[in-house]
């Protein structure tokens, strides 16, 4: 089955110790080049920008790392495609490539000018995190309570006229409402779980969730043990099965995608790595799931966003 995953931090080596040069093929990452080369596998490769840079030093470190997207896939072009629509990622699969697609987590860089939206979308950039954990130009995340600010608001306008997609990811709530006030195209929850499931301030309450619904957004989920349970321990397939009970519950059948956050958390052990995702999808069918949905959740979800939002 194919996979289309929304979100990992595999690009800048969020969690490498090793620092590899060559963050998309390192056997040492979740996330692996050569560890998906057996499945029709579509990788949203963000450019994670810390807290605590200036909107210069945020841009500067968005284009080194962009840089580095740009040349690995040259690098590896007989294994992997640069993807900005879902064309051209369904042209990768025929041709037995990875398809990448290059995302932004944490906006900050555009506290240095919307002008660099432009920007984004020449380099390709086709989803944008207004925030991260804190505080930046555009708004505030999920760890202060304060909502988007001007520019932020301007952003989401910006952004959605350029053809990148909003991401609500690690926005706190009262940013969440803006985004509503806001938004007049679907946006996504790259990796975001459901709130009444996991009480964290990271997932999603069920009045954020019915609203994406409604509005045709997209959700990914997230692995990380701390957003799927609240005791502490691994989370196991059971748990991704009871958040997905809950979106279902909520009518997201057509909005629920992976989210994974390979190499940006800490994951459990049965979904440590890129090779386990398949044995999700098994468990899932075998826990009733049907085929038909287990796709839609794998893939087809996420692929019809992009060929209806990824101009």
Known sequence: MPVFDLHCDTLTAFMSPLRCRDTLDDPCSAFALSKVQTIPWCQCCAVFVPDGLTSQEALGYYRFHQNSFQRQCEQHAQEASACTTAEEICSAWEQKKTALVLTVEN??????????????RRDGARMVTLTWNGENALGSGHETDHGLTPLGKEAVRALED???????????DAGFRDVLEVAQK?????HSNARLVCPHRRNLEDGQIREMVMRNCIIGLNYYSLFLRSDGKNADFDDLYRHIC??????????????????????????????????????LLDRGLGHPLVEKLFWKNALEFARKNWP
Request: proline share 6%; glycine share 12%.
């Open 107 to 120: 906006g900050s860089l555009l506290g240095a000018g919307l002008e660099h939206v432009e920007e984004l």
């Open 162 to 172: 350029a053809g990148i997609t909003v991401d609500v990811s690690h926005l706190n």
């Open 186 to 190: 679907p946006f996504a929850a790259s």
């Open 246 to 283: 809950h979106f279902l519950e909520l009518g997201a059948e057509d909005c629920l995608a992976l989210g994974s956050d390979f190499d940006g958390a800490n994951l459990p052990p049965c979904l440590d790595e890129c090779t386990k995702v398949p044995a999700l999808g098994e468990y």
